[in-house]
Nanobody
Framework: QVHLVESGEGLVQAGGSLRLSCAASGRTFSRYAMGWFRQAPGKEREFVAAISWGGANTLYADSVKGRFTISRDNAKNTLYLQMNNVKAEDSAVYYC?????????????????WGQGTQVTVSS
């Protein structure tokens, strides 16, 4: 089991930037993929980005491609999401998740452990 704690929540203006972090403890961090998901009020949780165990492979939702960057520091057991040129539709609670496998995945079913979520609000 992995314990995940997100940080970096905040209010940001459209066009601005924000960086989310996710600190992990428990399972050996470098052995599994990590992902970011988000959920807006009244909507289902959706995939944002994922990164493989070593960081070589990344996946992005079309809606964030070119604006968001996922990265990880295995020495610090930390996952990041750099959010640039944010839009009002990026407002949501963001969750980090620890993967079942080493490969990055779009599917929520391939993630075992979840953080408590951190709120991102983009003002237009």
């Amino acid at each position: 089991q992995v314990h995940l704690v997100e940080s970096g929540e905040g209010l940001v203006q459209a066009g601005g930037s924000l960086r989310l972090s996710c600190a992990a403890s428990g399972r050996t961090f470098s052995r599994y993929a990590m992902g970011w998901f988000r959920q807006a009020p009244g909507k289902e949780r959706e995939f944002v980005a994922a990164i493989s165990w070593g960081g070589a492979n990344t996946l992005y939702a079309d809606s964030v491609k070119g604006r968001f960057t996922i990265s990880r520091d295995n020495a610090k057991n930390t996952l990041y999401l750099q959010m640039n040129n944010v839009k009002a539709e990026d407002s949501a609670v963001y969750y980090c998740a620890a993967g079942t496998y080493g490969r990055a995945s779009y599917s929520v079913t391939e993630y075992d452990d979840w953080g408590q979520g951190t709120q991102v609000t983009v003002s237009s």
